[in-house]
């Protein structure tokens, strides 16, 4: 659904017809500008992959096998979804040893990014900034994480001090806030410089 927010209210604009149920959902604006695309995450058992629709709800391109692994496929549960300012499909597979799997618009694997388990535990929502930075939030570990464009792990932003608690979902503003949604329904709101 393309929902119209007011002032004081939220209206239903359009809504499209898939032929999959999706869960993650990002917009690209940049691959093709003044034509932008939604990027969304499918989970089903075996059907695992990452479309490329059109705002009316068409298929554009699919994104479901690892050419590096014949027979193979690259998502595990790939459950949110991004893209950087270079057009690049960024995915949060919640279930993968890898976590963030980088890849460019031709379907090939860009990098995958090796998160330490003992710094975050349960990768769960992701965005990135206008230097390709990726932010993921952190369910189990109760923080929001700081990876390089190149998916290497640089910092902790936000922890359980600064009063997060189970983040799964987030997004950058155009603002410069870094806006964090909470398991329990709370949406916190942190100044990112």
């Known amino acids: 659904m393309f929902v119209v927010v007011q002032e004081t209210s939220m ?5 499209i017809r898939t032929s999959k149920q999706y869960r993650g959902v990002s917009c690209d ?4 500008p003044g034509n932008p695309s939604l990027v969304v995450t499918c989970c089903a058992a075996g059907m695992q992959c990452v479309d490329v629709l059109t705002l009316d709800g068409g298929l554009l391109q699919t994104f ?12 595990t549960w790939p459950y949110y979804v991004t893209c950087n300012t270079q057009g690049e499909v960024v995915v949060s597979d919640c279930q993968s040893k890898n976590g963030i799997i980088c890849l460019c618009r031709n379907g090939k694997v860009n990098y995958e990014a090796n998160l330490n388990q003992d710094v975050i535990r349960d990768p769960r929502g992701i965005c990135t900034d206008r230097f ?6 952190d369910k189990t570990g109760n923080a929001v994480h700081c990876l390089n464009n190149e998916g290497q792990y640089q910092s902790v932003l936000i922890n359980e001090a600064d009063g997060l608690l189970s983040p799964i979902a ?10 964090v949604t909470q398991e329990n329904g709370d949406i916190k709101v942190y100044k990112h410089s």
Do not use: E, W
Not at 11 to 15: A, L, V
Not at 29 to 32: F, L, M, P, Q, V
Not at 132 to 137: L, R, V
């Open 132 to 137: 390709g930075n990726i932010f993921i939030a």
């Open 29 to 32: 604006a940049i691959t093709s």
């Open 64 to 75: 479901r096998d690892d050419y590096r692994h014949k027979g193979q496929l690259l998502f």
């Open 170 to 179: 987030l997004c950058l503003s155009p603002f410069g806030q870094l806006v």
């Open 11 to 15: 209206r239903i604009r359009k809504r």
